[in-house]
C-alpha cells in the first residue's frame, strides 16, 4: 500500500467515525462534528500540497542538475510531509515502518 492510499483510507475511516457525532450550534467545540471533518478536509489539502512540494523539489534538482534523490538518501519536502502526516496511525495494522519520521 502506498503511502497516499493509506492515509487516505484513514482520512476516510477519520470522516465515517464522525457520522454519529451531532452537529452543535455555535463555534466547533475540539471534537465536534464539524471541527473534525474539517480537520479531514485540511489533511486531504495537505496531502496535495505535499505532492506540489515535491514537484518543486524536483524542478530544483534539474535546475540545478544534481543526483536523483533517491541517491543521496535526502527525501523529498512533500514525502516528509506526508511521513508526518501517517505518524498519529503508526499503530495501524497497514502501517510501514519505513514511514517513521
Excluded: N, Q
Excluded at 8 to 27: M, T
Excluded at 59 to 71: F, K, S
Amino acid at each position: 500500500m502506498a503511502l497516499t492510499e493509506f492515509l487516505l483510507a484513514r482520512i476516510d475511516e477519520d470522516e465515517a467515525a464522525c457520522a454519529h457525532l451531532e452537529d452543535e450550534s455555535g463555534p466547533p467545540a475540539p471534537w465536534s462534528r464539524a471541527r473534525l471533518l474539517t480537520e479531514c478536509a485540511v489533511k486531504r489539502r495537505i496531502i496535495t500540497l505535499a505532492y506540489e512540494a515535491t514537484g518543486y523539489d524536483m524542478t530544483a534538482d534539474l535546475e540545478r542538475d544534481t543526483d536523483a534523490r533517491a541517491d543521496s538518501g535526502i527525501a523529498f519536502v512533500g514525502d516528509r510531509i506526508l511521513r508526518a502526516l501517517a505518524t498519529p496511525y503508526a499503530a495501524h495494522p497497514d502501517f510501514d515502518p519505513t514511514w517513521r519520521t
